[in-house]
């Protein structure tokens, strides 16, 4: 069965800290990942996504992702983090030429210490 | 461009009772998805359009939800009658089509007392 787990429910990190949020995938084909950042009240932003190539992965604000075939992950990363990355951040995957649905983890809580 | 646009931003009904929601997506975009997120929970599909017609709606309770997507264009998702347990964020997601990245409406906020 298709599906997302990320492993950390809540995350505290001080201010300039790095940041390594982790996400772990089950999908029968090649998985097209992604990652979205929701912030209180708003609906979710796409951060970046994984549809082939280069296995790491540039998005908006900093943030990187790497996807590991042969771990089935594609954890997010940020080398220095603010504090308005205080979020939650979900990994999703899915989204094939046949039908986009994406199926999303439960999501990770960051909490940014100042 | 605009983005994906949703109303109302809040509900709160009684159980029993039925509501409604309305999407209207970024212009050209063939495809709309609505999800369903439980607090403490990720998103979850309720129902894919592609243009005006249903392609997976699997995960949909069809005895109190339906939608509809008239021309293509705007959609509507109404649950009647409503119970607890549906007090949600009701996202509307769309994309131009062929598994593109999805852009998601600010949500609908319901509270079923």
């Known amino acids: 069965a298709q599906s997302v787990t990320q492993p950390d429910i809540h995350i505290t990190v001080s201010e300039g800290a790095s940041l390594e949020l982790r996400c772990n995938y089950s999908y029968g084909a090649t998985p097209y990942l992604f990652w979205y950042v929701q912030s209180p009240g708003q609906g979710l932003q796409l951060l970046l996504k994984?549809?082939?190539?280069?296995?790491l992965v540039q998005g908006i604000k900093g943030f990187e992702a790497e996807f590991k075939r042969s771990q089935s992950s594609f954890n997010l990363r940020k080398p220095s983090v603010h504090w308005s990355d205080a979020a939650e951040y979900f990994c999703?995957?899915?989204?094939?030429?046949?039908?986009?649905?994406?199926?999303f983890g439960q999501g990770t809580t960051l909490q940014v210490k100042p | 461009e605009a983005g994906v646009a949703q109303s109302p931003r809040y509900k709160i009904i009684e159980k029993r009772q039925s509501v409604a929601f309305w999407c209207n997506p970024i212009?050209?975009?063939?495809?709309l998805y609505w999800y369903q997120q439980i607090l403490g929970q990720g998103p979850k599909l309720l129902i894919q359009f592609q243009n005006n017609g249903v392609v997976d709606d699997s995960q949909l309770p069809k005895d109190r939800f339906s939608a509809e997507r008239l021309k293509g264009v705007d959609s509507t998702l109404k649950i009647q009658p409503a119970k607890l347990e549906d007090s949600a964020v009701y996202l509307c997601?769309?994309?131009?089509?062929?598994?593109?990245?999805?852009?998601f409406g600010p949500g609908t906020r319901l509270l079923v007392l």
């Open positions: 994984y549809f082939s190539g280069d296995t």
């Open positions: 997601a769309t994309e131009p089509g062929g598994g593109q990245t999805q852009y």
């Open positions: 999703a995957v899915g989204g094939s030429s046949n039908t986009g649905k994406l199926i």
């Open positions: 212009s050209g975009h063939a495809t």
